[in-house]
């Protein structure tokens, strides 16, 4: 186990042997630890810090998948425009409004 897990587990264990605790507001089952980056900065206990974490990098990998696609399918299309010989007009400027 590293030096970094057992500081972990040690403030663990203190905030569950303080009589004062405070419940995670997330799960309501795990203890906010201070003197941690998720008891500190956010309020919540490791376990809910780290799923918080987990999830946060699904929804960027998600983004990126999506902006990858997105820009396959513009690149495939600007190509077969081009092989083809069409020419898309580009949307003409709104008017300005008259009030």
Same mark, same amino acid.
């Given at each position: 186990?590293?030096?970094?897990?057992?500081?972990?587990?040690?403030?663990?264990?203190?905030?569950?042997?303080?009589?004062?605790?405070?419940?995670?507001?997330?799960?309501?089952? $795990?203890?906010?630890?201070?003197?941690?980056?998720?008891?500190? /900065?956010? $309020?919540?206990?490791?376990?809910?810090?780290e799923? $918080?974490? /987990?999830?946060?990098?699904?929804?960027?990998?998600?983004?990126?998948?999506?902006?990858?696609?997105?820009?396959?399918?513009? *690149? /495939?299309?600007? /190509?077969?425009?081009?092989?083809? $010989?069409?020419?898309?007009?580009?949307?003409? *400027?709104?008017k300005?409004?008259i009030?």
């Amino acid at each position: 186990m590293s030096k970094e897990s057992d500081k972990l587990k040690a403030r663990i264990l203190a905030a569950e042997l303080n009589p004062e605790h405070e419940l995670c507001p997330v799960c309501a089952g $795990g203890y906010v630890v201070p003197g941690t980056a998720a008891g500190d /900065r956010f $309020g919540v206990c490791p376990e809910c810090y780290e799923r $918080g974490l /987990r999830n946060a990098e699904h929804a960027v990998q998600k983004t990126l998948i999506a902006k990858t696609e997105r820009e396959t399918i513009r *690149k /495939r299309t600007q /190509r077969l425009r081009a092989k083809l $010989g069409v020419t898309v007009d580009k949307p003409a *400027k709104p008017k300005a409004p008259i009030f």
